[in-house]
Nanobody, 122 residues
Framework: QVQLVESGGGLLQVGGSLRLVCTAS????????IAWFRQAPGKEREFVAH????????NYANSVKGRFTVSADNAKNTIYLQMNSLKPEDTAVYFC???????????????WGQGTQVTVSS
């Protein structure tokens, strides 16, 4: 069983930066791809970014492109989401997920972390 643990969330002001961390307990063919999703209050969960452990297949939602960067440290089984120029609309619970199919759809990912809260205040 693969377990994902996120950390790094917090409260910060508009324009600030934050780095989220997602550590996987193991990697298998079922967890070739790692994605970040987020869910704002009262809204559905939405795709943020995905990449493979080999650092290719990187893709971002239009709303975060140019501000967020996803990267991996294979030696630590860890994926990072660097978030810059944060806006109030980035406020959400951020989840990392793992799967074997390249997709922006959450139902394609079999493993999920518990989420970490990011709050951007104006």
């Amino acid at each position: 069983q693969v377990q994902l643990v996120e950390s790094g969330g917090g409260l910060l002001q508009v324009g600030g930066s934050l780095r989220l961390v997602c550590t996987a307990s193991t990697r298998t063919w079922r967890t070739t791809l790692i994605a970040w999703f987020r869910q704002a209050p009262g809204k559905e969960r939405e795709f943020v970014a995905h990449m493979s452990w080999s650092s290719d297949n990187t893709n971002y939602a239009n709303s975060v492109k140019g501000r967020f960067t996803v990267s991996a440290d294979n030696a630590k089984n860890t994926i990072y989401l660097q978030m810059n120029s944060l806006k109030p609309e980035d406020t959400a619970v951020y989840f990392c997920a793992a799967g074997s199919t390249l997709s922006m759809e959450e139902d394609r990912y079999s493993y999920w972390g518990q989420g970490t809260q990011v709050t951007v205040s104006s």
